[in-house]
């Protein structure tokens, strides 16, 4: 089969010519006109054809005044004109606005583009056209020059790119709009390469705020690569966890150090992952990273302030349970002394059985001096401040301290001038010293020296920080250092821990540190350290200066044991051996005691004896209710009564963490014969 033939082909100006010229045929010269003619009304009727069905407004312009001479339905439409009689009656420039985007006059352009086509044959622009109604629009011109060389005119194709337009417009808002939200976000976004440099390709402007450098420096002049950022100890730490979630498909969060433009270190936060094409090859690391090292910092403050309240926590649970155990242990030390006491005054006893009591006498002493230092750690040691001066105090001490650390070893003593009293109970000062420079003389081996030097400090909450027990306010300062062998920082953290000790079995109990732990925080102050291996060991003491005119005078153990009496005793005590032993004393020494094992037993005593009670020795710490409590309902039976209260610690009876109570009296267990007959003697004859 063979294609369709279109009649109209033979009406080509070529195939007439060539008809004309074949030989044998006549020369007819109205009839080559004809289909001359007819060949043209077939273009002609294309040319409309596709001028009327464009999808473009089109229309025709000729010289020399470039009014519109013809165009398609199209321009109805487009320019919102009735008719397309009413249109060719307009000028170019008046379906434009006066002027242009650039400010040139309509007119005066037009003219300019109209001449451009004329010369170059065609000239595509884009223009700002104008509906009647006087709504603009964008659009795209195309001129063409048609016709002979001395018949010629423009065709004008205009298209409404109003779509496109808005739609350009729309993506210039929407990468500005990105632009903005990535330039204000509090760090960089990155898009990077996977190598070992991590090659950027695209960094935001926050990135010169988190380390210092332009983000030219990376991706336009790579003078420098991401992961140089890095510290080097860090970056083969980085880099396998960030391949490793590349490989997992999963996002990457890591928080690492970088060294900043001015040398400073400063932790970043990334959130990167990796971009994937079709075929799961990867492209590139797209992410953010953002600067975190005051919050960095503040994490590691409260890990620090977390693991001290800890510390604080556990110090408090052990003083707890050492306070208990010295209590108890005090009832029976001072049950076993007091006996003690009372056999050796036999003057019957044999030579050998009074060095045995004197054995037992010096092993209880010694164990009471244990429960004395598990009070003072405890903090429930019951204490009696002074305002102290303590530069006079140590000078009291020095010959004893130097004995105590042998003659191998130079005591140095230093004292500050001018340093303001302090107030607390001159037996710790004593405690204090004591442990600080027998735990100096013990990191020592052979020669060496213990400094102990005082001075003041001021001190605001700057300087406080890193001590929680620390106030802003005025310290003395009591500094005790070696030339010992120091410590590292495994030791330095549990240096104040309860029964821990870095020397050998049998040679600490491990409390010397933690009873000077606390002593100070009774008093309102805190300690530290400095030390490193081979270079000795430091301890400031800070205590408050004491800055009120307030003196109390520490009471004075009497010299020997003071008579008795004659009057009634009510004797209260949940330890029955103590009571006893008690009861027994104050009797032979000419009271007449009233025992009681429980305070509700007491009570009924106090009800129904028919005399008057000049006194009551309580326990502190009993069931059913404490001392204080009961003191205070025998009184409202026997209003002269005086009261003494006796414990292995005061806890009930005690503020300001151990310091007694205004008029209270007070025996601390365990006690001597003549320190309980003295005690009920001064309690007895106070007015």
């Known amino acids: 089969m063979t294609e369709p033939h279109d009649p109209l082909d033979d009406m080509s100006p070529q195939t007439l010519e060539a008809s004309s010229v074949q030989p044998g045929e006549p020369q007819d010269l109205e009839e080559k006109l004809r289909r001359a003619r007819a060949h043209i009304d077939c273009c002609e009727e294309r040319f409309r054809l596709l001028f009327d069905q464009s999808r473009d407004a089109m229309m025709t312009l000729a010289p020399p005044s470039w009014k519109y001479t013809s165009g398609n339905e199209r321009i109805m439409e487009l320019f919102g004109v009735r008719s397309l009689e009413a249109f060719l009656k307009l000028e170019p420039w008046h379906v434009s606005p006066v002027t242009q985007p650039d400010g040139r006059t309509s007119e005066e352009k037009a003219l300019e583009m109209i001449?451009?086509?004329?010369?170059?044959?065609?000239?595509?622009?884009?223009?700002?056209?104008?509906?009647?109604?006087?709504?603009?629009?964008?659009?795209?011109?195309?001129?063409?020059?048609?016709?002979?060389?001395?018949?010629?005119?423009?065709?004008?194709?205009?298209?409404?790119?109003?779509?496109?337009?808005?739609?350009?417009?729309?993506?210039?808002?929407?990468?500005?709009?990105?632009?903005?939200?990535?330039?204000?976000?509090?760090?960089?976004?990155?898009?990077?390469?996977?190598d070992a440099a991590w090659t950027a390709e695209f960094l935001s402007s926050g990135c010169l705020h988190v380390t210092g450098y332009p983000a030219e420096d990376f991706v336009r002049d790579r003078r420098r690569s991401l992961g140089d950022l890095i510290l080097p100890t860090w970056r083969e730490r980085v880099w396998t966890q960030c391949q490793e979630a590349l490989a997992r498909r999963e996002q990457l969060q890591v928080e690492y150090p970088i060294r900043t433009a001015s040398g400073e270190e400063r932790w970043v936060w990334e959130r990167g992952q990796g971009v994937f094409d079709a075929d799961g090859t990867l492209l590139f690391l797209e992410g953010f990273v953002t600067d975190i090292t005051e919050r960095h910092r503040a994490q590691q403050e409260?890990?620090?302030?977390?693991?001290?309240?800890?510390?604080?926590?556990?110090?408090?649970?052990?003083?707890?349970?050492?306070g208990g155990v010295a209590h108890d242990f005090n009832n029976m030390l001072g049950v076993i002394l007091g006996h003690v006491e009372l056999i050796r005054q036999r003057a019957d006893l044999p030579g050998e059985l009074q060095e045995d009591l004197a054995d037992i006498q010096t092993a209880a002493r010694r164990s009471a001096d244990l429960t004395r230092q598990l009070l003072a750690f405890a903090r429930r040691q019951t204490v009696t401040p002074v305002r102290l001066d303590l530069n006079g105090t140590i000078e009291g001490l020095v010959k004893m301290l130097a004995r105590l650390i042998g003659e191998n070893i130079t005591l140095d003593w230093r004292p500050g001038p001018s340093v303001r009293p302090v107030r607390i109970d001159p037996s710790q000062i004593d405690q204090l010293l004591t442990n600080l420079c027998v735990n100096a003389r013990d990191a020592i081996s052979g020669v060496g020296t213990i400094a102990i030097t005082t001075g003041e400090v001021l001190l605001d909450d700057a300087g406080c920080a890193g001590d929680p027990g620390c106030r802003p306010g005025p310290y003395t300062v009591l500094t005790v250092s070696d030339t010992g062998c120091g410590m590292d920082e495994a030791v330095l953290s549990q240096v104040f821990e309860p029964f821990f000790t870095s020397k050998a079995v049998g040679e600490g109990t491990g409390?010397?540190?933690?009873?000077?732990?606390?002593?100070?925080?009774?008093?309102?102050?805190?300690?530290?350290?400095?030390?490193?291996?081979?270079?000795?060991?430091?301890?400031?003491?800070?205590?408050?200066?004491?800055?009120?005119?307030?003196?109390?005078?520490?009471?004075?153990?009497?010299?020997?044991?003071?008579?008795?009496?004659?009057?009634?005793?009510?004797?209260?005590?949940?330890?029955?051996?103590?009571?006893?032993?008690?009861a027994r004393v104050l009797s032979g020494a000419g009271y007449e005691v009233l025992a009681a094992s429980t305070p509700g037993e007491a009570l009924r005593i106090a009800r129904v004896h028919p005399g008057p009670l000049q006194g009551m020795i309580t326990d502190v710490l009993m069931p059913e209710m404490d001392g204080r409590t009961l003191a205070g309902k025998v009184r409202g039976l026997h209003p002269g009564i005086r009261c003494l209260f006796m414990s292995g610690y005061a806890e009930e009876l005690i503020t300001n963490q151990g310091i007694l109570d205004g008029g209270v009296r007070f025996l601390q267990k365990p006690f001597t014969v003549a320190g309980l007959l003295a005690k009920v003697r001064e309690a007895l004859d106070a007015g």
């Open 115 to 194: 001449e451009k086509a004329m010369n170059d044959g065609s000239h595509f622009f884009e223009w700002t056209h104008q509906r009647v109604d006087g709504e603009p629009f964008p659009a795209t011109v195309l001129l063409q020059r048609l016709g002979c060389e001395h018949h010629s005119f423009l065709l004008a194709t205009v298209r409404d790119i109003s779509e496109p337009v808005r739609a350009r417009q729309a993506l210039r808002e929407s990468e500005r709009m990105f632009a903005t939200l990535v330039d204000n976000l509090p760090g960089f976004v990155y898009r990077c390469r996977n």
């Open 302 to 322: 409260r890990e620090r302030l977390q693991a001290q309240l800890a510390h604080a926590q556990k110090l408090e649970s052990i003083g707890r349970l050492a």
């Open 511 to 582: 409390l010397g540190l933690s009873i000077v732990h606390g002593i100070v925080r009774q008093n309102g102050g805190f300690v530290q350290v400095e030390s490193a291996p081979g270079a000795g060991a430091v301890f400031r003491v800070h205590l408050p200066v004491d800055l009120s005119d307030r003196v109390v005078p520490p009471a004075q153990e009497p010299s020997a044991a003071p008579g008795g009496g004659h009057e009634t005793l009510l004797l209260v005590e949940d330890e029955p051996a103590v009571l006893k032993f008690t």
